[in-house]
């Protein structure tokens, strides 16, 4: 209930024990109460839970404070058909305009009917009831001791599956042992947690233009979002009880402290030291770039976009049948052409109204099921793929000075990758809640139940220190001394590069090649380009003017034949390197 109330703060929840003593039902107006539900007691009707309803909770199971005797069982069976008979009022009294409804039954017994087939009949008819009004029921099982929970004996026939919806078999449900209520309490969350799906479009019915007078309508969805803590009020806490406080806003005039009305508000722009007036409608036209559209104006190989384009993330589009139909048809051919093809389309996108417009690539993106899709958890169709303008890009220039690794560490690093890989080697981000947003969700927890506020938080990004040591701790030693062997080295190259280049000082700039040559003057040269060039046999062709001033900027003799020239300085770099 308190993870619900966080991350669907409008969704209703209700808790109906069965099997107890008493009996109780949400008043109906003719003062039955749970007459007509024997052994169901309603112990939260079906709402939007408050902070009283899980501090009652709490009370019940953790402090075990049970004055009402709730708790207490029947000595008689329950009828199962009258539980579901119960919930389908619950959910048509309280939520009869939901779209989604379900219904988790949590139990310890297999077989509640097992010596009466009509009662069977009759669960599996109020079953169909729920399914009919569109509730999903969800079946969470409790084993005792080593004996296992056989489905088969009756909630084969209450449990209906969707067979478009994915979900697991039935047989292969997961069970929790009783005793162990960590257990059962965790696989109650995994499981509420992994059926959340919940879908915000970014926009609907957007016209997706794909040829001159061939339209189709789809939806856009952000698959991957950074959630941040989002504030929808100011909570005052110097009361006795927390209180949520009202705000105002009010303009005042920094010379006096007059109140500046809405009126009195102009919007300029400041040009050449003076301010340009515009209206809200001359502002308006000028971010009009037309109605919003998706526009394909050419198609590109898919090689055609570098990995260095993606400056913003992607928005996932869908086809929607409400402004044309058959939209689906055409959106899943172009979808398979471009995949076929190995091709990507070039459209204009304008995806609201006043929204700056956008180039994108339109990419598609390969099914769940393919062995080389590697992101299970996003799914396949068309993306659209923000392209950057020239002001998005900066020229970055590579620096020649860094030292590249040596084979024997990279080999050595890539042990350790491969000790630390994830299960799979697949790396899947609802696996991690993000720690920042959970410690806040905690605080609000506690100022909402009056609890003591958590030292500190859980956070499933840390590293698991003791797994990587177990795994990767020698590698990760053998991989550190090389690395200081080769930094060593490193430094040490350099610093005799250095000195070399420090006995070849470069000409003043005044002085120019006697010659007159037009050719560069080659005095600027560095001791490894010299060498370099007497090595490769580049010495000989160069010209005596040029081999003159390599000489003069050492201060040696220029005088003589060139082949002189080239064996003087031959034998200077020979006495150098």
């Known amino acids: 209930?308190?993870?619900?109330?966080?991350?669907?703060?409008?969704?209703?929840?209700?808790?109906?024990?069965?099997?107890?003593?008493?009996?109780?039902?949400?008043?109906?107006?003719?003062?039955?109460?749970?007459?007509?539900?024997?052994?169901?007691?309603?112990?939260?009707?079906?709402?939007?839970?408050?902070?009283?309803?899980?501090?009652?909770?709490?009370?019940?199971?953790?402090?075990?404070?049970?004055?009402?005797?709730?708790?207490?069982?029947?000595?008689?069976?329950?009828?199962?058909?009258?539980?579901?008979?119960?919930?389908?009022?619950?959910?048509?009294?309280?939520?009869?305009?939901?779209?989604?409804?379900?219904?988790?039954?949590?139990?310890?017994?297999?077989?509640?009917?097992?010596?009466?087939?009509?009662?069977r009949q009759a669960a599996a008819v109020r079953a169909k009831d729920l399914y009919d009004l569109g509730v999903t029921i969800v079946l969470f099982p409790i084993t005792r001791g080593d004996s296992t929970f056989r489905i088969e004996k009756f909630y084969d026939n209450i449990i209906y599956q969707d067979p478009l919806a994915g979900e697991a078999n039935m047989s292969e449900v997961r069970s929790s042992k009783s005793g162990d209520g960590l257990t059962l309490l965790n696989s109650l969350i995994s499981n509420i947690n992994s059926k959340q799906t919940p879908k915000r479009s970014l926009f609907s019915n957007l016209p997706f233009e794909i040829a001159p007078g061939l339209r189709i309508s789809v939806k856009g969805y952000n698959v991957l979002h950074r959630q941040t803590p989002a504030r929808t009020c100011y909570i005052w806490l110097d009361g006795e009880k927390p209180q949520i406080a009202a705000g105002e806003t009010t303009r005042v005039a920094e010379d006096s402290a007059r109140t500046v009305e809405k009126t009195d508000i102009k919007k300029a722009y400041k040009f050449g030291g003076e301010y340009v007036y515009f209206s809200p409608e001359e502002q308006k036209k000028l971010r009009d770039f037309g109605s919003p559209v998706i526009r394909i104006i050419g198609f590109k190989p898919r090689s055609a976009i570098p990995l260095w384009a993606s400056v913003k993330k992607s928005t996932f589009i869908f086809p929607s049948e409400e402004d044309y139909v058959g939209s689906t048809r055409v959106y899943t051919a172009l979808w398979q052409k471009l995949l076929k093809d190995d091709k990507l389309g070039v459209a204009w996108c304008i995806t609201r109204a006043n929204a700056q417009p956008i180039l994108a690539a339109i990419v598609p993106s390969k099914e769940q099921a393919d062995d080389d899709c590697g992101t299970p958890y996003l799914p396949s169709g068309l993306w659209i793929y923000p392209l950057p303008f020239g002001d998005d890009l900066r020229g970055i220039k590579e620096s020649d000075g860094f030292a590249r690794s040596s084979d024997e560490l990279q080999t050595q690093m890539r042990v350790i990758v491969q000790q630390l890989q994830l299960p799979k080697a697949m790396y899947n981000p609802t696996k991690y809640p993000n720690p920042a947003l959970q410690w806040h969700y905690k605080i609000l927890q506690a100022l909402a139940l009056e609890e003591e506020v958590p030292e500190k938080a859980e956070d499933a990004t840390e590293p698991k220190y003791k797994a990587i040591s177990k795994r990767a701790g020698g590698y990760l030693e053998e991989w550190q001394e090389t690395l200081e062997r080769d930094a060593k080295n490193a430094q040490a190259t350099r610093a005799v590069k250095r000195e070399a280049e420090s006995e070849l000082p470069e000409r003043p700039a005044s002085k120019k090649a006697r010659s007159g040559s037009d050719k560069p003057s080659m005095s600027g040269l560095t001791l490894p380009q010299v060498k370099s060039a007497v090595e490769s046999g580049g010495i000989v062709k160069m010209t005596v003017a040029q081999l003159k001033d390599i000489l003069e900027a050492q201060g040696l003799s220029t005088s003589g034949r060139k082949l002189d020239l080239v064996e003087r300085v031959e034998q200077w770099v020979e006495k150098h390197s």
Do not use: W
């Not at 107890?20 to 052994?39: N, W």
């Not at 329950?78 to 989604?100: E, H, P």
């Open 1 to 119: 209930m308190e993870q619900r109330i966080i991350s669907n703060p409008k969704d209703m929840m209700g808790i109906l024990l069965f099997g107890t003593q008493k009996s109780k039902f949400h008043d109906d107006g003719d003062g039955r109460g749970g007459l007509g539900y024997p052994h169901c007691y309603l112990f939260t009707d079906l709402d939007i839970p408050a902070a009283e309803d899980v501090k009652a909770l709490k009370a019940l199971v953790e402090e075990g404070e049970d004055e009402d005797e709730v708790l207490k069982p029947s000595e008689e069976r329950v009828s199962m058909s009258n539980v579901l008979f119960c919930a389908n009022q619950i959910f048509t009294t309280k939520a009869a305009n939901f779209g989604s409804r379900r219904l988790f039954i949590v139990t310890d017994n297999d077989d509640p009917h097992s010596s009466s087939k009509d009662a």
